[in-house]
């Protein structure tokens, strides 16, 4: 009898010693239903790792989710750990937590991110987070309607002047002179890549602007290359008419666009198609050059956040080789953690008949996109406006751009 | 009450206090509204008012910068663009979905075959989800397949307007879907109104010889004025507050074509962190329509008969 009571007591007591050792921290992140798997996949290897660390998550969807967050952030009670994009714009107000005493004190091995992603996430030299993938944009293209045009597949020598020859074949129209068919489609925000291709730049330090560079001949040239495809060539749909005709995905799975540029998250989508189909990377620039995307979100812990030691063991797992391996292997995104296990997980992760290895040789080619604190309300009041007008033909490049650029120039003086 | 002075003083003195029990149920009745609008309207507008003197961003303290965001608003180009937009839209709006409602409603308020069929599928855009609607809507305003083009290509336009995407169509584009969305609303308010108009007056001037035409201009409007005015005061409310539109149409474009007052509010309070700025041009907007409403009740009397 005394037994059972001692042995109850300690178990009690036991059972309380690790409630009260147990820590909750809170973790927020955005997703379709579709990319939520390994986020809890993570959770769950987290937790067998580390029982003493509880994490609760916060899940909303990308149309609400910035506001929710940010409204938590004015209330101080941010989650622990967030997934963010535009750092700098909440490293600037101080809602984040350095990390740099937390990285040399575990010797974090920071340097397996590539460099370009680690730049976003730092702020004045000092480091706010991790990027979790590389937004590798590539060339899709569907090797049914190539063939029924008898157009060669796109190589890793195509230039521009190669990609719209393509487009132009690959594009049908009805007798009223609509397009039904369209050879490429494109995505509205990424116009930096076709500036940078063409030697061009829209301002002069992505993360430190002082000057708007879109006004050069390399720009306007790149913009006016895009424009014509949409307006002369009708090989692409204006990025108005996608609202109706569907997104780069849903005109590629569908056959009715024979290229789309996009993103590695597509590839479950596409792996479901009835016709044959493949990856090339983004064509060069007339002279040559390539470019692609850096840019991706990543994780960030909050400056409010009240258990920092457990935050941190939780970034450091989240953003370290084994749970950056857990993302790798879902194949939805080109891993920001640079090591040979990572790469590797992605590149054997299905669809794989897929040339997956033009993702990681392309995101070698990465360039920033402007992320400064003030660059969003740039982009969104003067450049996206300005740039509707050249993508609709109200204007051309030359007659715009000097517009746009005067505007910019203005803000970014302030 | 007249009655009340003759009754002996008890039955008067019972009564008051029954009066001022029914004030404290009223105040009771009152009360889960009342604490709802001070909650939710009454504090957060004037916390908006000390917010638009301050630079907040959401996220770092507020520091106080007097009338810096009302100034800045008057040099602000893009506001000036939102302004004028909006203008356009009210205007725009207003008038033509209160007398397309009001023809609606009179030809509804005939006894009419499928009289119920209708009413209801001119009151269904007012319930359906506005995400729902501008979908269709988008479709229907496609350069290339749409079937207003396919119409105006029927009609014999060459070349019918790139609706969305041209500079000069997206707003009236928008403006036309809004009006057809409205439409219900303002409907069954007229609908009302005119089961309101009684029939014996109808009845004498039909008497009196007056015809259909007379007796609807001499009439129904006149009856039907409280009504017009109500449907007015609530639509340009109603009008200046657009939003929803814009976002899920156009994104405010293209070129800011169709930017609003609220949508620029959106975006500059939740994108741009310019919470104090935001709030400047939300109080803007509510001295608008604070001016605009005062003006139309100012001239009611000239033109609404009560009664």
Known sequence: MSRIRILLAIAAFVAIASATAQTTITWSFWGDPGELPPNYEVIKAFEAAHPDIKIKTEHYPWSSY?????????????????????????????????????????????????????????????????????????????????????????????????????????????????????????????????????????????????????????????????????LKDKSVPSFDAMQQLGSTTELFSTGRVAMVMTNAARLPTFAKVDFKWDVAPLPMGPTGIRANTAGGAGYVMSSTSKHKAAAWTFLKFLSGPQGQAIFAKTGLAVPAYNSPETTQAFVNAPPTNVNRQVFISETANGRLFPVFPGWSEIEGTIVSPGLDLVWNGEKTAAEELPIIAKQAQAKLSQ | MSAQTSSPPRRRRAQRRLARGEVWAAYGFLLPNLIGFLIFTFVPVFAALIISLTNWDLLQPAKWVGIRNYLQLMQDPLFGQVLRNTAIYVVGTVPVQMTLALLVALALNQNLPGKLFFRTAFFMPVVASTVAVALVWRWIFNADFGLLNEALYALGVKQPPHWLSSTHWALPAIMIMSVWQQIGYSMVLFLAGLQGVPAHLHEAARIDGAGPVQRFFFITIPMLTPTTFFVMVISVINSFQVFDQALIMTEGGPANATNTIVFHIYRNAFQYFHMGYAAAMAWVLFGIIFVVTLVQFRYQQRWVHYG
């Open chain 1, 66 to 230: 910035f506001d929710k967050i940010q409204t938590e952030m004015a209330g101080g009670t941010a989650p622990d750990v967030m997934f963010l994009n535009q750092i700098p714009s909440y490293a600037s107000r101080g809602v984040l937590e350095p990390l740099d005493s937390y990285i040399a004190q575990d010797n974090f091995p920071v340097k397996n991110f590539y460099s370009d992603l680690m730049q976003i996430f730092s702020y004045n030299g000092k480091v706010y987070g991790f990027p979790r993938d590389n937004d590798t944009t590539v060339l899709y293209y569907n090797k049914d309607l190539f063939d029924a045009a008898g157009v060669a597949y796109p190589t890793d020598q195509w230039k521009w002047s190669d990609l719209e020859a393509a487009a132009k074949k690959l594009t049908k129209q009805d007798a009223q002179g609509r397009t039904v068919q369209y050879g490429l489609a494109l995505e509205k925000n990424k116009y930096p890549l076709w500036v940078y291709q063409n030697g061009g730049s829209v301002v002069d330090n992505p993360l430190h602007a002082t000057k708007f560079l879109m006004d050069q001949p390399a720009a306007v040239q790149a913009i006016q290359f895009v424009a014509n495809m949409i």
